[in-house]
């Protein structure tokens, strides 16, 4: 581990609940901390910058926010009691907001494109009649594509045109059209999951064809093992980081982030 920082609680730099982590094309780390219903702004080296956030359902405002990600100049996050993804500067200035409810769609998670269109997974019903979407959303809110597909947890872009999905035990490659590149089940060892719920959060290392998928079983589910997995586009367990948490995501250099319990761990490519 290079560097932690963080601690429980609610005061400046401070979170209780993790629900998501991304950072941006300058390096800086943003963590949403659901249960306070805002976003935590720190530097690539961790001292915390500002925050801003709040409950209520007015721009800006949240209700229970949950997942993040960066595009070369917004932060987009998933406003989820409100329905809505909330688009931001990278200073935390209210921009714009896309709604989903009006679609009757809840989102899971959400990424963006080089080309800063947003790919959302999503869902709408529930139980025995929840079915779930991928929608590509463009900068204005416009949906472009949305399509059905077996009940995922995460996503993530490796390029304009090409994302990964991670399940109960199984990450697949796609177009953004839609198209299946390939899939396979995760390694017994980076996840032993049964039917009750989703199990691992990913990110895709670089945000390139050629990167690797960091996967990180989420805590407390129990296949979780205190254990980070990083794979190749085969599947193939190239290294591990003996730490889980909450979320994870990597930056442009390669370093991964692993947020939860209070903290966010950062570690170098290959440690």
């Known amino acids: 581990m290079t560097s932690s920082w963080g601690s429980w609680g609610t005061a400046d730099g401070e979170f209780r609940s993790t629900a998501g982590i991304t950072t941006d094309a300058d390096g800086n780390v943003y963590v949403v901390d659901t249960l306070a219903n805002r976003v935590l702004k720190y530097d690539s080296r961790g001292v915390f910058l500002f925050t801003w956030g709040s409950a209520g359902d007015s721009a800006g ?9 960066a595009s070369s100049n917004s932060i987009y996050v998933g406003d989820l009691e409100n329905g809505r993804i909330q688009q931001f500067s990278y200073s935390g200035e209210f921009q714009s907001a896309i709604p989903l409810h009006e679609q009757g769609l809840s989102h899971l998670d959400l990424s963006v494109s ?22 590509v959303v463009s900068a204005r809110g416009e949906v472009l594509h949305r399509w059905n597909y077996k009940a995922a947890f995460s996503i993530g872009m490796w390029d304009q045109q090409r994302l990964a999905l991670s399940g109960l035990g199984w990450i697949v490659m796609i177009e953004k059209s839609g198209e299946l590149i390939g899939e396979w089940k995760l390694p017994s060892q980076a996840c032993r999951c049964t039917d009750t719920g989703p199990c691992v959060d990913l990110a895709i290392m670089n945000d390139s064809w050629d990167s690797e998928i960091v996967v990180s079983p989420i ?24 730490d889980s948490g909450e979320d994870v995501c990597s930056d ?12 966010v761990r950062k570690y170098t490519k290959g440690n």
């Open 114 to 135: 080089a080309d800063d269109e947003l790919v959302v997974l999503a869902f709408t019903g529930g139980g025995s009649d929840s079915a779930s979407f991928i929608v």
């Open 252 to 263: 442009l250099l390669g370093n991964i982030y692993i947020a939860g319990k209070g903290t």
């Open 61 to 69: 405002e949240f209700g229970r926010p949950a997942g993040i990600t």
């Open 219 to 242: 805590y407390p589910n129990p296949c979780a093992q205190g254990k980070t997995w990083i794979l190749s586009q085969t599947g193939k367990v190239l290294y591990e980081i003996d």
